[in-house]
């Protein structure tokens, strides 16, 4: 059979493919011990990487350099190891900073994940700055991380917390976004991605409209800065949020971006040591931003690694990632649409990120999802943390495929006919 | 052995229960009934269980509800299972029971799919009987 014509892949997903030893994996088998395989295996396709993408070598060896040639830890010791250790972990700071067009590394906090970013800002920001008068302003497709958090604080200061519409589109409703922000919207929060629809939002139209009215605004980067050139000072974000492990880098971090001024206004989040510099028995000071925020030993393996990670990715050039994560998610969007029993969530293929979220009619989502591992094609089925959203859209779970720069479109034809076996299955 | 190239989990006996039910009503006269759910799937089940005079011996189980195929289709094979056993022989019920009555192995993260049904039942049971008096709705822990 002679192949149709396609379009070259932006990327050389050959060899990029190289750098993941992982995707040579074969799975199915019995769940035993990890990385082992025994029984009937298939080679992985892994179609998960909005929950987490996987690590090249590149970004592995760092980790293991730095834990058999440097491993020290930073600020502290006057030692050579703890001087190279301060010296790369500072530098992954400034390399961040680079990264996504911050100033410098004054505006760069590593955290744990984004979650903790969103805490960060919640706690130290939210917890002093808010009142009963005042309102935030979220999304109805925010990430629980972003939704929990500023509903929490909500309840914890009296302030409104309002969620813009998603229309029938999976598009946010600008003109019910012009009705809620108001004088007294202090903060917005905005998925700059949305993790279940792959809509991307405008965030500058939205920053400068939060700005009009003199609120804050944080942008949630889960899911665009690993995919899509970022730069926050063209969003105009206040905040600015991410996480390591959905960018080849290791879990255990992630980056919050804050305006200086706003940092440095800001109270600590976490006390203890490395973010002070003078302490007595009655009081203390603080240390320089961004450390004020990086209370006890910091993620120091995780920052270098962060760094090997940007580098990797900045080496396939992130035009180029987005390029080829458009032409799967176009590709997976056709695929899908072609069927009649396949729901999928969010805006057409052209205008989407590289995520396609699911459902086949009457197959429970987990159910598929169970089916699809059996062709050892993973993809995450359930709410993807945004339950509000689901509910608005009518179902209580979804499958979701969700691409990154080792993909290929034959990966995505296992997934459909694996979804082919699902329906057969249920019939 | 699977079939249709699918999943060892679905085999013939799974699919029969879930694209028909047994059992699948609600009881006018039902003893005690009893709702779970799994939050993070959406699962729910309802369960109606008539006693026989004795007050001990189940004379007959109904459920209602709707999910995934592993939670429906182990409440339909639930409710056969359960005509003619005592309440404590169901409170004896634990997780192998269920894996057993199903055929097949259930991988970890479906695991609570297939309990639920015997979850329900069992604390339907346990608020019959005064053991418990506090829950309103059966839930399953992540």
Redo the contacts between chains.
Sequence with gaps: MEAPEQEPYPLDVEAVRADFPILQRKVGGDVTVPGEDEGDTKPLVYLDNAATSHTPDQVVDTIADYYRSYNSNVHRGIHHLSQEASVAYENAHDRVAEFIGAEGREEVVFTKNTTEAENLVAYAWGLNELGPEDNVVLTEMEHHASLVTWQQIGKRTGADVRFVRVDEDGRLDMDHARELVDDDTAMANVVHVSNTLGTVNPVRELADLVHDHDGLIFVDGAQSVPHMPVDVADIDADFFAFSGHKMCGPTGIGVLYGKEHLLEEMEPYLYGGEMIRKVTFEDSEWEDLPWKFEAGTPVIAQGIALHAAIDYLEDLGMENVHAHEQLLAEYAYDRLTEREDVDIYGPPGDDRAGLVAFNLDGVHAHDLSSILNDHAVAVRAGDHCTQPLHDKLGVAASARASFYVYNTREEIDKLVEAVDDARQLFA | M?????????RQQI?DH??NPRNHAELDDATFSHTGENP????TITVDVRLEDDGETIDYMAFSGD????SQASASMLSERLQGMTLDELEAMDTDDITEMLGVDI??M?IK?AVLARQVAQDGAKLHEGEIDDLDVTKTED
Excluded: N, T, V
């Excluded at chain 2, 699977?2 to 679905?10: E, F, Q, V």
């Design positions: 699977g079939i249709g190239g699918g999943s060892d989990m679905y699919l879930y694209k993070s799937c959406g699962d999910g995934c195929a592993i991988s970890p479906r799919c």
